[in-house]
């Protein structure tokens, strides 16, 4: 058993109401910068629909993720001879209007136009090339069903479903479905990148790129199941979620998490036996790959989990937040948590509690109580999000565990009506989940009233000591950082980087490229040259 730490994340999809707070933020915060007009780490969906770029699910065309050839995971993608053949012509990209052309408007035409009878009016133009441009497209073009049902038509997952549900598609139910990067365990743009750019931190489980190697290739962009490796047209470079990290050093959450109205998402340590990860990724069949994965996780309360995961150099505090973990709790607890498209085998570690709203709302509707345990049980094969379409999201077609999470959640909210009422409790309600009414009592604080610090149990990457310990926070929030720009325009890079030493590895070469304005070449964008100084 070799035990790793993995910062992950649950949403509820119950409570997002698709205000795209967390995009903005985590925009304003990432992806303000020239060149990244179009790049969305964090973008929210409307399910059904085609996503972001659009219809990045069907991996017959995009070619992400991994395939089970001759009992062995080979990317989807090929192999590296078939790769370096087209190392310099990939076809398998989405082109910009796959995501959206980014636009703004010509506000100058509203501000300098002479007083006339006519109403002056601001066209868009497009911010990658100034010229005037239609409006066709968006991050979340879907949104209400605002595309139409011939966009629509275009959803990958709706393809897989009977015609019955395609044709009764008007009748089915909508709910929003935020995306980040899923930080995954078997993640395949790591490996497919061939500069070796991409990297999974050993310390908390985060894919980054190491701008320095990046050598624009785009494979990454191909090998990303969910599309979240995007490139930057100005830097040459790729560019991906990080999840926050210098926030996450800080034991502080994700801006994403932080801003959101619906406090829906949740952070936590998860502790997995990385021995286990290659065997779980490669179970034959796709609908058992749920399960597999469940197995990979190790409970923290074991103390020879807790032992090995000390021996491995976790630390004791990290040991203490997985305990306390609210996502261990979600996904492995309760398991009401699910990943998105395991059929990737990556294994992802983004997981969704999925909706449930709409079954009660449907059952007060038809003038039934829409909380009755009974009714409720019933109703939950007729919800109107169809369970194939959920299957196919979170569990690569089986309802069963898409059932069982539903009905857990209605069991806590049968249960908990009953006990706000001052009911005497049904011992059989909980029973039925598989649960007890202890449990459903927690996991209804953690779903619905938890505290922030429940929500977000991050442990802090470092100790600071000594004097500038009061000081120490997110350098997210300094003066020059990301978010914090100068109204005029970003800072230009020093011609001299500072030098700061990490691990006996000097970074004095580094660029800061999310405070570079993508004018000229600044210092330390590209390795120097034999010679240079």
């Not at 995009?62 to 995971?73: D, E």
């Not at 395949?188 to 750019?197: E, I, K, L, N, Q």
Request: net charge negative.
């Amino acid at each position: 058993m070799r035990v790793m730490a993995q910062i992950a994340m649950v949403m509820n999809l119950d409570k997002c109401i698709g205000c795209h707070t967390c995009s903005v933020t985590c925009k304003q915060t990432w992806t303000n910068r020239s060149g990244t007009e179009y790049v969305w780490f964090n973008n929210v969906e409307t399910r059904p629909g085609q996503g972001y770029p659009r219809t990045y699910e069907d991996q017959d065309v995009w070619q992400g993720g991994w395939q089970r050839k001759h009992g062995r995971l080979v990317p989807r993608s090929g192999g590296r001879a078939r790769r370096l053949a087209r190392l310099f012509a990939n076809p398998r990209l989405p082109t910009l209007d796959a995501y959206y052309q980014p636009w703004t408007y010509d506000y100058g035409i509203l501000t300098d136009a002479p007083l006339g009878d006519d109403v002056p009016t601001a066209p868009p133009r497009s911010l990658t090339d100034g010229r005037p441009t239609a409006v066709t497209g968006g991050p979340n073009w879907d949104d209400d069903l605002g595309g139409g049902p011939e966009h629509l038509a275009g959803d990958p997952v709706l393809k897989k479903m009977s015609e019955r549900v395609r044709l009764e598609y008007e009748q089915a139910f909508m709910f929003y479905l935020p995306r980040i990067c899923e930080h995954c365990l078997n993640p395949s743009c790591v490996a497919v990148c061939p500069s070796g750019a991409l990297y999974k931190r050993i310390e908390d489980g985060i894919v980054l790129v190491d701008q320095d190697r990046c050598r624009g290739w785009r494979m990454c962009v191909t090998g990303c199941p969910y599309k979240k490796v995007y490139f930057n047209h100005r830097t040459g470079k790729a560019e991906k979620c990080t999840l926050c990290y210098p926030r996450l050093e800080a034991g502080e959450p994700t801006v994403c998490s932080e801003t959101c109205v619906g406090r829906l998402r949740y952070l936590g340590v998860v502790l997995y036996d990385a021995d286990r990860v290659g065997e779980a990724a490669a179970t034959p069949d796709e609908r058992d790959l749920y399960e597999a994965q469940l197995s990979c996780f190790l409970d923290p309360s074991d103390p020879e989990v807790a032992r090995a995961a000390e021996a491995s150099g976790i630390p004791h505090d990290w040991v203490t937040a997985a305990r306390n973990s609210p996502v261990y709790a979600l996904i492995s607890t309760y398991r009401v948590a699910l990943p998105l498209h395991p059929e990737y085998r990556t294994m992802p570690m983004v997981w969704y509690v999925p909706p449930l709203s709409p079954v009660v709302e449907s059952l007060t509707a038809t003038g039934h109580d829409g909380e009755d345990p009974a009714k409720l049980f019933a109703a939950i094969d007729a919800l109107r999000i169809p369970q194939e379409y959920l299957a196919h999201l979170f569990t690569a077609g089986d309802t069963a565990p898409v059932e069982a999470a539903l009905c857990r959640l209605a069991a806590m909210r049968a249960h908990m009506r009953r006990a706000n009422l001052g009911e005497e409790q049904d011992p059989a309600i909980a029973a039925s989940a598989g649960l007890t009414a202890a449990s459903l009592e927690a996991m209804y604080r953690l779903l619905a009233v938890a505290k922030y610090e429940e929500r977000y149990v991050i442990p802090t990457s470092y100790a600071v000591t000594g004097p500038d310990a009061a000081d120490s926070g997110c350098s997210l929030e300094g003066a020059g950082a990301p978010g914090m720009y100068d109204p005029e325009g970003f800072h230009a890079p020093p011609a001299t980087p500072p030098r700061a030493e990490h691990a006996g590895t000097s970074l004095r070469d580094r660029v800061n490229l999310l405070n570079w304005n993508g004018r000229g070449r600044p210092a330390g964008l590209f390795p120097r040259r034999r010679g240079e100084s």
